[in-house]
C-alpha cells in the first residue's frame, strides 16, 4: 500500500498562500474525501500530490521516498488522476484506455477488462469519445486511469456535473475501488456524498487543514468553531 506524507506543504501563488503548511499522512487504505469552501486549495492538494505543480515550501514524500526523487511518469502510473470535466483524447473509448500501456511499451491490453470494471460494456469499445454523455465519459476516464495500474486514485469532484443516476454508479464504483485495495483521495463539495462514501474528511480553511479526522467523527462533532460554521453553511466562501 501507498504512503503518502505531505510534509508541511505549501504553496505560494499570485502573492497569496493557495496552502499553508500542511501536514498530513495518508497511511490507512480508505477513501479520503477533502472538503472546505471554494478557494481553500482542495484542488491544489491533489495536483501536489500529483506533481502537476511544485510546493513552494515543504516536501511530499510517497512511502518514504521524496517525490522529487522518483520518475515523475512512474509517479503518476502509481498515483492516477480524474478530473472534475472528463478529458478524453480524440478517437475511442478502446484507444483511450490503452494509451497509458502502450505509450510503456505494452501490447495486448485488455481494454474490455477495464471497460467492464467501471460498469461498461464491450459495446462502448469502439464508440467515438465525442458520442458519449458525461457520466460515461467520467467512468472512461477512470477506466483509463486503472489501466495505469495505480495504488491511488485522486479524484477532483468527478460527479459535480452528473445527474443522480451517474452520481450514484459513480461512488459505488468508488467504494468498490477502494475494497479492492485503491486508496481513494476524493475532492467534493457535496457533504452528503462525503458522509456516504469518505472514511476519514480533512477539512481545508483559507489553504489550511483544519481537520482531519473519522468522517462520522467530523460530521458529528467537529472540533473547531470554523468546522462547525462550515457544516451549518454559515462560513462565507472564498473567490477563488
Known amino acids: 500500500?501507498?504512503?503518502?506524507?505531505?510534509?508541511?506543504?505549501?504553496?505560494?501563488?499570485?502573492?497569496?498562500?493557495?496552502?499553508?503548511?500542511?501536514?498530513?499522512?495518508?497511511?490507512?487504505?480508505?477513501?479520503?474525501?477533502?472538503?472546505?469552501?471554494?478557494?481553500?486549495?482542495?484542488?491544489?492538494?491533489?495536483?501536489?500530490?500529483?506533481?502537476?505543480?511544485?510546493?513552494?515550501?515543504?516536501?511530499?514524500?510517497?512511502?518514504g521516498v521524496e517525490y522529487k526523487n522518483i520518475d515523475v511518469i512512474l509517479l503518476r502510473r502509481k498515483i492516477g488522476m480524474v478530473f472534475q470535466r472528463p478529458f478524453l483524447f480524440e478517437g475511442t473509448v478502446k484507444e483511450n484506455i490503452e494509451l497509458g500501456p502502450s505509450l510503456r511499451g505494452e501490447k495486448n491490453i485488455d481494454a474490455l477488462f477495464y471497460l467492464e470494471a467501471v460498469g461498461l460494456s464491450k459495446d462502448y469499445l469502439f464508440k467515438d469519445v465525442n458520442n458519449l454523455s458525461g457520466g460515461e465519459a467520467q467512468?472512461?476516464?477512470?477506466?483509463?486511469?486503472?489501466?495505469?495500474?495505480?495504488?491511488?486514485?485522486?479524484?477532483?469532484?468527478?460527479?459535480?456535473?452528473?445527474?443522480?443516476?451517474?452520481?450514484?454508479i459513480i461512488e459505488e464504483l468508488i467504494k468498490r475501488l477502494n475494497r479492492e485495495g485503491i486508496m481513494v483521495i476524493l475532492v467534493t463539495?457535496?457533504?452528503?456524498?462525503?458522509?456516504?462514501?469518505?472514511?476519514?474528511?480533512?477539512?481545508?480553511?483559507?489553504?489550511?487543514?483544519?481537520?482531519?479526522?473519522?468522517?462520522?467523527?467530523?460530521?458529528?462533532?467537529?472540533?473547531?468553531?470554523?468546522?462547525?460554521?462550515?457544516?451549518?453553511?454559515k462560513l462565507k466562501e472564498m473567490i477563488k
Open 1 to 63: 500500500m501507498v504512503e503518502i506524507e505531505l510534509k508541511n506543504i505549501s504553496y505560494f501563488r499570485d502573492g497569496k498562500y493557495i496552502l499553508k503548511n500542511v501536514y498530513f499522512k495518508f497511511e490507512k487504505n480508505g477513501i479520503y474525501t477533502v472538503v472546505g469552501p471554494s478557494g481553500a486549495g482542495k484542488s491544489t492538494m491533489l495536483k501536489l500530490i500529483n506533481r502537476l505543480i511544485e510546493p513552494t515550501e515543504g516536501a511530499i514524500f510517497i512511502n
Open 139 to 168: 467512468r472512461v476516464s477512470i477506466a483509463r486511469a486503472l489501466a495505469n495500474s495505480p495504488e491511488v486514485l485522486l479524484l477532483d469532484e468527478p460527479t459535480s456535473s452528473l445527474d443522480p443516476t451517474s452520481t450514484s
Open 189 to 233: 463539495h457535496n457533504m452528503e456524498q462525503a458522509k456516504r462514501i469518505g472514511d476519514y474528511t480533512l477539512f481545508l480553511y483559507k489553504g489550511e487543514l483544519i481537520e482531519a479526522r473519522k468522517t462520522w467523527e467530523f460530521f458529528e462533532n467537529p472540533m473547531s468553531e470554523v468546522s462547525k460554521l462550515f457544516l451549518e453553511g
